[in-house]
């Protein structure tokens, strides 16, 4: 049976073997010839072998980092009772809380690298940190426990049932008496490493700062969830000089969270560090920005987050993108085109080359639509490389590259390097400068489908952008063949829809409809309910229009005419449908409202 140990940990174990004499060259090169034939790690190798032991090992490691060895310790010596780190981090980190008194918090650990985390712990729980030194079979032994596996039903009995904490044990609680000082005991450090039984005690609450981490722990599992399941795009923490706040951005608006406001800046820098420690971040360093990623099971899907730190004058911000891939259906049917322009999109992205555009403002869905393109076309005699900043969604099957300029991996390399590994489609997650479009157009010139992204208001003004950036006129004519712009409106609850009878002719002439359209318009809105939150808005609507790089748009780009004069020739010869029109379709179908409508369509 494998022990489990971590590389990095097998390798420090086996280093300091080595450099005390414990085992000889001969035995090291012996186990790593056998360790990299078979499945086990060094350490186990040499375990096998009989070159060494795990008491060895302990009492090595506690020699040389000053750390007690506990040989003796075992579930029943544990007091479980403070709920101080969950089971999970007990086990990716392979380290269990034992004992806790007053402000000290005592763990077992038994590899080196495991106090890299007593900093992290300290700041974690604001308690003073002892770790003790057990030995590997020691600390699997209380992972099994916490883990039960299915067919041993008799540990069942014994896992933890606090939403995958430490449960207390009611015979070994560490309580609070009247003076308010704990009544559990310190381990004692003996003569002969052993350590004795904790005294039988009550089973009163114990003091609110021997369950801090339940609460921080709590607050985030509990928002976090919470943010999943109404839909969040992004949650918000944020500190100030005499507050904090938590705000979720849900249908594309930040929405705060008033009802956590209080615990969340009494316990702010404590769920940050949770936050950055969770995310595999450095937790001492507060001074610059930092990139991270999550990965939870939630309502049992698999569920990604980006985390964003950043420091400010009064403590860290953090953003976490919530990267539902499970809850999103990547199919271009899906996504809300008008019907005609729905078939122009999927012949555009089915063509074996030609450049494809997408663009819109941050948060407007377009990394979405992509997907839903890369989905469509994505099978198995076809090559698709893209390159993204970040990766948001896996696609099985698609080759997907993390765009990182501090390597030296940016959109342009990325697709450079592309045309060299035979691709039928390449996907750049965003245009931003004249080397990364000259490849582009050169890539689908040369028989390959491009896809990408560029921030423009609106489709024809894609035109002029790539204009001013450069790019010559019959370039744009050859090789461009399909613009989306998009925009995603908030959708008026179904449960709360009434008539909006504060809309005037007036202000329905001012948003394009016509004098007479203006009479008999009667538009919509939500008067917010329990299903929206009061917000009068549940879900969104895709907007979309689709520029055709026509006939008559090559004679007008040839041509150099403006943006006003390529949009004129698109409406008035190629049957064009601008996001307003489109949008005002919308709002007489009660989709949308007049606000929503001039939020996002009034283009200024």
């Known amino acids: 049976?494998?022990?489990?140990?971590?590389?990095?940990?097998?390798?420090?174990?086996?280093?300091?073997?080595?450099s005390n004499g414990l085992i000889n060259e001969s035995q090291l090169k012996s186990a790593m010839t056998s360790s990299e034939e078979g499945e086990k790690c060094l350490?186990?190798?040499?375990?096998?072998?009989r070159f060494t032991d795990e008491n060895s090992i302990a009492n090595a490691i506690s020699g040389s980092y000053d750390?007690?060895?506990?040989?003796?310790?075992?579930?029943?010596?544990?007091?479980?009772?403070?709920?101080?780190?969950?089971?999970?981090?007990?086990?990716?980190?392979?380290?269990?809380?034992?004992?806790?008194?007053?402000?000290?918090?005592?763990?077992a650990i038994s590899e080196p690298s495991a106090l890299n985390q007593v900093q992290s712990i300290a700041l974690l729980t604001d308690k003073k940190v002892n770790p003790y030194l057990v030995t590997i079979s020691q600390i699997n032994a209380i992972i099994n426990m916490l883990n039960p596996s299915d067919s041993s039903s008799s540990l069942?009995?014994?896992?933890?049932?606090?939403?995958?904490?430490?449960?207390?044990?009611?015979?070994?609680?560490?309580?609070?008496?009247?003076?308010?000082?704990?009544?559990?005991k310190p381990i004692q450090k003996q003569s002969k490493t052993t350590l004795k039984p904790k005294p039988k005690t009550s089973s009163k609450d114990s003091e609110p700062e021997e369950q801090y981490s339940a609460v921080v722990v709590e607050f985030i599992d509990k928002n976090l969830k919470k943010a999943i399941e109404d839909g969040v795009s992004d949650v918000h923490f944020e500190v100030f000089k005499h507050s904090a706040r938590m705000r979720f951005r849900l249908d594309g608006v930040l929405q705060?969270?008033?009802?956590?406001?209080?615990?969340?800046?009494?316990?702010?820098?404590?769920?940050?560090?949770?936050?950055?420690?969770?995310?595999?971040?450095?937790?001492?360093?507060?001074?610059?920005?930092?990139?991270?990623?999550?990965?939870?099971?939630?309502?049992?899907?698999?569920?990604?987050?980006?985390v964003s730190v950043m420091p400010t004058s009064f403590g860290e911000r953090v953003v976490m993108r919530i990267l539902d891939t499970e809850g999103i259906d990547l199919s271009i049917e899906k996504l809300g085109f008008q019907e005609e322009d729905e078939k122009e999109f999927i012949h555009a992205v089915t063509s074996p080359q030609g450049m494809v555009l997408v663009t819109g403002p941050t948060g407007s869905g377009k990394s979405t639509t992509l997907y839903a393109a890369l989905s469509k076309i994505n099978r198995e005699g076809i090559n698709i490389l893209t390159a993204e900043d970040p990766v948001e969604f896996t696609l099985e099957g698609v080759g997907q590259v993390h765009v990182r300029a501090d390597y030296g991996m940016t959109f342009s390399s990325a697709l450079r390097s592309f045309l060299r590994q035979d691709p039928e489609v390449?996907?750049?997650?965003?245009?931003?400068?004249?080397?990364?479009?000259?490849?582009?157009?050169?890539?689908?010139?040369?028989?390959?489908?491009?896809?990408?992204?560029?921030?423009?208001?609106?489709?024809?003004?894609?035109?002029?952008?790539?204009?001013?950036?450069?790019?010559e006129p019959y370039l744009i004519t050859s090789s461009l063949t399909l613009v989306v712009a998009q925009r995603l409106?908030?959708?008026?609850?179904?449960?709360?829809?009434?008539?909006?009878?504060?809309?005037?002719?007036?202000?329905?002439?001012?948003?394009?409809?016509?004098?007479?359209?203006?009479?008999?318009?009667?538009?919509?809105?939500?008067?917010?309910?329990?299903?929206?939150?009061?917000?009068?808005?549940?879900?969104?609507?895709?907007?979309?229009?689709?520029?055709?790089?026509?006939?008559?748009?090559?004679?007008?780009?040839?041509?150099?005419?403006?943006?006003?004069?390529?949009?004129?020739?698109?409406?008035?010869?190629?049957?064009?449908?601008?996001?307003?029109?489109?949008?005002?379709?919308?709002?007489?179908?009660?989709?949308?409202?007049?606000?929503?409508?001039?939020?996002?369509?009034?283009?200024?």
């Open 256 to 306: 705060e969270i008033k009802e956590v406001e209080k615990v969340l800046f009494e316990n702010y820098t404590k769920i940050i560090t949770r936050i950055k420690i969770m995310s595999k971040l450095d937790i001492a360093e507060r001074r610059k920005a930092q990139d991270g990623a999550i990965s939870l099971k939630v309502g049992g899907k698999e569920v990604d987050f980006r």
């Open 67 to 107: 750390i007690e060895f506990l040989p003796d310790l075992d579930s029943d010596n544990i007091d479980f009772n403070s709920e101080i780190l969950s089971v999970q981090y007990i086990t990716d980190n392979r380290i269990v809380p034992i004992s806790v008194h007053g402000s000290t918090l005592d763990i």
């Open 426 to 471: 390449v996907m750049v997650g965003e245009i931003r400068d004249k080397e990364t479009v000259d490849i582009a157009i050169k890539a689908a010139l040369t028989g390959h489908l491009v896809l990408s992204t560029l921030h423009t208001n609106d489709a024809v003004s894609t035109i002029t952008r790539l204009m001013n950036m450069g790019v």
């Open 43 to 49: 350490v186990e190798t040499l375990i096998d072998y």
């Open 1 to 18: 049976m494998s022990l489990g140990i971590p590389t990095e940990s097998a390798e420090q174990i086996t280093s300091l073997l080595f």
């Open 489 to 604: 409106a908030r959708k008026n609850c179904t449960e709360c829809i009434q008539e909006d009878e504060t809309v005037n002719e007036s202000q329905l002439r001012s948003i394009g409809f016509s004098a007479e359209d203006a009479t008999r318009v009667t538009l919509f809105h939500g008067k917010g309910c329990n299903n929206c939150k009061g917000t009068g808005y549940k879900g969104r609507k895709g907007i979309y229009e689709v520029l055709r790089v026509t006939d008559n748009m090559i004679e007008g780009i040839l041509k150099e005419l403006t943006t006003p004069e390529l949009k004129e020739i698109a409406i008035s010869k190629d049957n064009f449908l601008s996001m307003q029109e489109i949008g005002r379709t919308y709002l007489q179908q009660g989709d949308i409202s007049i606000e929503e409508y001039k939020r996002i369509l009034i283009l200024d």
């Open 156 to 184: 069942k009995e014994n896992a933890p049932k606090n939403n995958g904490k430490i449960s207390p044990r009611k015979e070994k609680s560490s309580i609070s008496n009247k003076e308010g000082t704990s009544t559990s």
